[in-house]
């Protein structure tokens, strides 16, 4: 029976308030924030799943991207997260909330696991205590707990393979091995991002602790989760082996151009992923973004003393932490091309620990510095939980998401009604949506209603400056057979000539906002 790490009265308390904590921001959060199209991507397999029999995506329009037999098929991400999806519905019903709820929980997880972890490194439960409130509270981390993508859950699968792994493997070496690479293989049939960074953690954890112990035997419980998952993903595969290529290397494609041009990527990885990261929305909170550096500026000095200190580097944790940075940074920078701000959860933990490390560090050796520490950390906490306030206090969900499908719900009754960003789904129905960026240049499709929101006039502003043909098209097309009908500042909907719409709101005729980037759109507020 494994024994989970015990402590006084005031470390469990303080365990049960910093998860309370989090929990408490991740619910105001889920509540809040307006759903992004990557929650419709990813809901709307597992609800068709549900309804139909089929993990197929019709809410995708395949013409003119890699997305071929979509309304079948859903290849281009892993299949664990449909499944676990199309479970959770089961039990809590479908909806946005509970999709979130599934990310929710799965930080929570997450955030016990990384505190075992910590703990069996550096047996301080104080570090550990310190590391899992960083990271409760960190912005990156709370906000993919409320939002309904694969990331957390395969980040959960990955803390829980280390935790198991470390608690296991003192009596029970092969069902350590077992379960840990179970885990490591759930995570990569969640997210490829995630299965390698967990792959690599735990190899790591297995040589720098138990090299003498591994035996060829121990290929048995390291190989089979693998073989049995890559079985039962196969199957799903032979059901279109075409359809399968297609999307799985056109979304691949995408992400291994660094490979090709590394200092472009190392140039990206800076200034879009971590800086563009950690200023996300900047254009509507410059001030609060541009202080936001800080933190970033704070993590990279921590886990910079980390390596050079001597006497810090030379413990198990900071061994242990180095190891990760280093085949972490190395898989983001050449095996995630697009480059998004998302990925900043595979070093959130890396950065917590390090901060964690170089702050019990300062405050034992340098009594007489505890004061100004500790006005640091309130700074530095005041300044993460920034953000996630100011979006609970925005409320877009309500003022701007929930007007917006007001507007349109008693109007769309037939599939693809609504050309517009697949979130939509949550509000009208996937079968009424269709989400199509190229705005039917390629279908040919002409849809009753139009709805643009920041994704997609980033789209348009892109293709402005690189396809002009799609950009002279759409402004062809609604100039002359559709026109504005309601806008509240988020989202624009535009009307078919032919449709009598009378709602209230402020019709404006639309014109392309500058695009913050590639993908930037879909992780901003």
């Known amino acids: 029976m494994l024994k989970f790490p015990n402590g006084g009265t005031l470390h469990k308390l303080s365990l049960a308030g910093i998860l309370g904590l989090y929990l408490s921001i991740a619910a105001g959060l889920c509540l809040t924030k307006v759903p992004v199209c990557d929650e419709g991507f990813y809901a709307d397999p597992a609800v068709n799943l549900i309804r139909n029999g ?93 939002t309904g993508r694969t990331d957390m859950l395969s980040v959960m699968f990955g803390g829980a393979a280390q935790a198991s792994y470390l608690l ?84 691949s494609a995408e992400r291994l151009w660094p490979w090709k041009s590394p200092l472009l990527a190392l140039k990206m990885e800076i200034l879009q992923r971590f800086i563009g990261g950690y200023r996300v929305g900047a254009a509507s909170w410059t001030p609060l973004a541009n202080l936001r550096l800080l933190i970033l500026v704070t993590y990279v000095g921590c886990l910079a003393t980390v390596a050079a200190r001597k006497e810090l580097r030379s413990s198990r944790l900071a061994r242990t932490l180095l190891a990760y ?40 050796r340098y009594p007489r510095l505890r004061p100004a520490i500790a006005v640091g950390v309130a700074v530095f906490v ?44 949550f509000g009208l129905g996937f079968e009424k949506v269709l989400d199509d960026h190229n705005f039917g240049y390629y279908s040919g499709k002409e849809p009753p209603y139009i709805v643009l929101d920041p994704n997609y006039r980033g789209f348009l502003e892109r293709f402005r400056l690189e396809r002009p043909e799609i950009y002279n098209y759409f402004q062809s097309l609604t100039a002359s057979k559709y026109r504005p009908v309601y806008s509240n500042g988020y989202y624009d909907v535009l009307a078919r000539t032919d449709i009598a719409f009378l709602a209230k709101g402020t019709a404006t005729r639309f014109t392309a906002a500058p695009s913050p980037g590639p993908g930037a759109s879909r992780n901003t507020e």
């Not at 098929?73 to 479970?87: K, N």
């Not at 039990?91 to 799965?106: H, N």
């Open 168 to 251: 296991l493997r003192t009596k029970h070496f092969k069902l350590a091995l077992f379960v840990s690479h179970s885990l490591v293989a759930a995570s990569g049939m969640t997210h490829p991002i995630g299965g390698l960074t967990s792959l690599a953690a735990i190899i790591f954890l297995q040589l720098y602790f138990d090299r003498t112990r591994l035996a060829l035997a121990d290929l048995l419980p390291v190989a089979t989760p693998y073989l049995i998952g890559g079985l039962g993903w196969g199957a799903y595969i032979m059901k279109s082996p075409d359809v399968f290529w297609s999307q799985f290397s056109g979304n």
């Open 325 to 364: 940075a280093s085949f972490t940074f190395f898989i983001l920078l050449f095996f995630e091309g697009a480059k998004q701000s998302w990925y900043l959860i595979h070093v959130i933990w890396i950065f917590t620990v390090a901060l964690a490390i170089s702050l019990h560090w300062h405050w034992l």
């Open 382 to 425: 005041c300044t993460e939980l920034g953000y996630p306030t100011l979006l609970i206090a925005r409320n877009r969900y309500r003022n701007s998401y929930s007007t917006a499908i007001a507007s349109l719900a008693n109007r769309v009754s037939e599939p693809h009604s609504v050309m517009g960003s697949a979130e939509l789904g």
């Open 54 to 146: 089929s993990m197929g995506s019709p809410v995708l329009e395949s013409a003119g991207t890699f997305l071929k037999g979509i309304e079948r098929y859903t290849y281009w991400e892993m299949p664990l997260h449909i499944v676990t999806q199309a479970g959770w519905y089961e039990l809590f019903g479908a909806s946005l909330f509970s999709m979130r709820a599934l990310s929710t929980a799965a930080g929570l997880v997450t955030l016990f696991c990384w505190y075992v972890v910590v703990l069996e490194i550096s047996n301080r439960k104080s570090l550990a205590l310190l590391a899992m409130f960083l990271a409760a509270i960190d912005t990156t981390f709370l906000s993919l707990a409320a």
